[in-house]
């Protein structure tokens, strides 16, 4: 376990935050365990450091490890902090998402271009503190364009099917979302529905960060799907995620050849 300055990743290719069923990189060879203590706080667990392709790359699982940590209670400026400590410049967010529009049935990938926040109490920049710096960043493209198209570039390489563009709803979470909420989610022009695409997002940006999404579709959400009474089970979640992520490799194989 590392923790010194002097043994921090400087070379850094890119870093990845896993969401829901994706708690490690298994691909990653040598692997140095990184924990950095942020002005935030502690992120939500270690961070993995090893190589991947050949490049330096940092995983780091948002809920922690043994998804351990809610949407609502993760520290994001802390995981954010962390990661551009260690040396990180690009940041890929894999996101599992509830599908809204017909694009991104389950066991989509997807790179939205866009997204409504729909949180609240959340602390949701850098600038909360007294004394901090007031940080008007502008966030009309939410997610960095030329990562975004280097993604899309890397699935078509890869050829890992994946839908271009679209707006991701950040909820609150833990609970799932009502139909009515769907209807009014789908009524504001949002294409899927997830618990922890803000901040994050928005704090990437204060930072400096590169930042991208990568939507794992899991489920309809509530009401959307071709059966509207159909229940969401744990199981066919995670075994959505599973087979969605089956070219995730192969796309991350592609995505740093070109880096």
Sequence with gaps: MTTAPDLLAPDLALAIIGGTGLYRLAALDDVETHQPVTRYGAPSGPIRVGLLAGQR????????????????????RANLAALKAIGAQRVLALNTVGGITERFG?????????LIDY????????????GS???HVD????????????VLVAASHAGVSIVDGGCYGA??????????????????GCDLVGMTGMPEAGLARELGLDYA?????ANWAAGAGPDPDEQITLQEVLGN?????????????ALLARG
Aim: aromatic share 6%; net charge negative.
């Design 119 to 130: 949180t609240w109490g959340r602390i949701s920049t850098l600038c909360e503190e007294t």
């Design 57 to 76: 790359v940092a995983f780091l699982a948002r809920h922690g490890e043994g998804h351990s940590v809610p949407p609502h209670r993760i520290n994001y």
């Design 106 to 114: 389950p066991r989509a990938l997807g790179c939205p271009d866009q």
């Design 241 to 253: 995620v599973e087979a969605a992520s089956a070219g995730l490799g192969a796309l991350l194989h």
């Design 133 to 135: 710096e007031v940080l």
């Design 139 to 150: 966030f009309g493209d939410p997610y960095t364009p030329a990562l975004r198209a280097e």
């Design 213 to 217: 999404c990568l939507a794992i579709v």
């Design 171 to 188: 909820t609150q979470g833990p609970r799932l979302e009502t139909r009515a909420e769907i209807a009014r989610m789908r009524r504001d």
